[in-house]
């Protein structure tokens, strides 16, 4: 591990110092042909690589770092947890001149669209099967990402990011030599990173970048099984921003925006969703009985899981809106989930399709994208023993999503949600929302 750290760092030094080396620059109001290779400030701060747009740049960094155990069976079953990732990013920046009220309420984030790769070989599992260990495989990732600065000067900027996207791992749960891995029980995976970042110039337009980096990557209980991979360790790596000094000048207040006189509005949010999900019950039943047919089958089936949401919600900021609903959910797995309970002694369980939560609700807009966040309390759910057992305290569950909005339908929208327990993924579905002004 610390080879390959010691060998990335040494990749960045090269690659800063050969970048710094070229010399093909234009002005950035392309007015004069005057050479950009002189010393002075002022001279650097006109001046950028004429084969790249003043909004775009780029990122590279590694992720030196460990895979966590979340729970006691998790932690049991790592032997080693080591991992080690490598990413690059290519990255937007919203100007001043833009006109973009979002931007300007954001502090002028950076979008950034990228590629990770995680070299997960170091982690070694066992639980299960005592006499071999299981290898967590190696992901590689496609991901999109916000960052937005909290503090941000001349030479310094501190920033929160998040990010989702789609991994696909080489290795996943098998009966033949992965048998120990309950982390990832499917090839394809949803990705998700949260994390802190600290930024500090080391020229006009080059930077180092730091700060602690969490992951996650899970199929969303589209298989099982489904504990998850958890990632989190430091970052460091060498960024690019010919924009690095112009978000520093703030929007002329006066300049006409559209969006300038939000009205603050009351709707109600009207959603249904559609989604899909493996069984718990089925992964502990074919895990626990060595006599079954399908003892330890890495082949589960699918279940449909629908639901619909009404939520009273207040616009009172661009960027932010919340409320309070409804949630009723249909599960088409109840019956199965009745008769393992019989099999497995506990008839005694009440069993229904039906659940019914109330949840408080939070969204996030950025123009027509947004994120829906929610957490809530079953007022009726009866779905067996180990949901009971399982599923946390008091019954909590959560929910987040991603969404787009068509302003020419009404501002209907459309995107995907995650349900979860104490943070374990219940099913993914898809959502379709219609708002009504009250």
Not at 204 to 231: C, M
Not at 379 to 403: C, D, N, Q, S, T
């Amino acid at each position: 591990m610390k080879r390959l750290t010691v060998l990335f760092l040494a990749i960045l030094w090269i690659h800063y110092h050969a970048c710094a080396s070229i010399t093909p620059y234009v002005s950035i109001d392309d007015t004069s042909s005057t050479s950009c290779n002189g010393d002075t400030t002022a001279m650097a701060e006109r001046c950028r690589p004429k084969n790249l747009p003043d909004k775009w740049g780029y990122m590279i960094m590694a992720v030196p770092g460990k895979v966590l155990g979340l729970d006691k069976y998790g932690r049991d079953e790592l032997v080693e947890d080591n991992t080690f990732a490598v990413a690059g990013e290519l990255r937007y920046t919203p100007q001043p001149e833009d006109n973009d009220r979002y931007a300007e309420d954001y502090n002028y984030p950076t979008f950034s669209v990228g590629f990770r790769y995680s070299f997960n070989h170091g982690t070694k599992l066992t639980r299960v099967v005592k006499n071999y260990y299981s290898v967590l495989g190696d992901v590689a990732t496609v991901y999109g990402k916000f960052s937005r600065p909290v503090i941000r000067t001349q030479r310094f900027e501190f920033a929160y990011y998040i990010g989702t996207g789609i991994g696909y791992s080489h290795r996943k749960y098998n009966t033949t030599d992965e048998v120990n891995n309950e982390f990832i029980g499917s090839k394809w995976n949803i990705f998700f990173t949260a994390g802190l970042s600290a930024t500090f110039k080391i020229g006009p337009e080059w930077a180092v970048i730091t700060g602690i980096d969490f992951s996650h990557h899970s199929n969303g209980a589209l298989n099982r099984p489904n504990k998850g991979s958890n990632y989190l360790g430091p970052l460091i790596g060498v960024v690019y921003s010919p924009q690095s000094k112009r978000p520093q000048e703030r929007r002329n207040k006066t300049t006409p925006d559209a969006t300038e006189n939000l009205k603050k509005d009351l709707y109600l949010e009207l959603s249904v969703g559609i989604g899909a999900k493996t069984l718990l019950e089925d992964w502990l039943y074919t895990q626990g009985h060595p006599n079954i047919p399908n003892y330890r089958t890495s082949k589960f089936s699918t279940y449909g899981a629908f639901s619909m949401q009404t939520a009273l919600m207040y616009r009172y900021a661009r960027r932010w809106a919340s409320g309070f609903g409804f949630d009723v959910f249909y599960s088409d797995y109840a019956d199965k989930i009745e008769r393992l309970d019989n099999i497995t002694g506990h008839s005694n369980e009440k069993h229904s399709p039906w659940s019914v939560g109330f949840a408080l609700k939070h969204e996030v807009f950025y123009g027509r994208f947004s994120v829906r966040m929610g957490i809530g309390t079953y007022l009726y759910r009866h779905m067996g023993y180990v949901a009971k057992e399982e599923e946390g305290p008091k019954w909590l569950y959560e929910r987040i999503g991603l969404f787009y909005s068509f302003p020419a339908l009404g501002h209907a929208s459309f995107g995907f949600s995650v349900n979860a327990h104490s943070t374990k993924a219940d099913f993914t579905e898809l959502v379709i929302s219609y708002p009504i002004k009250l």
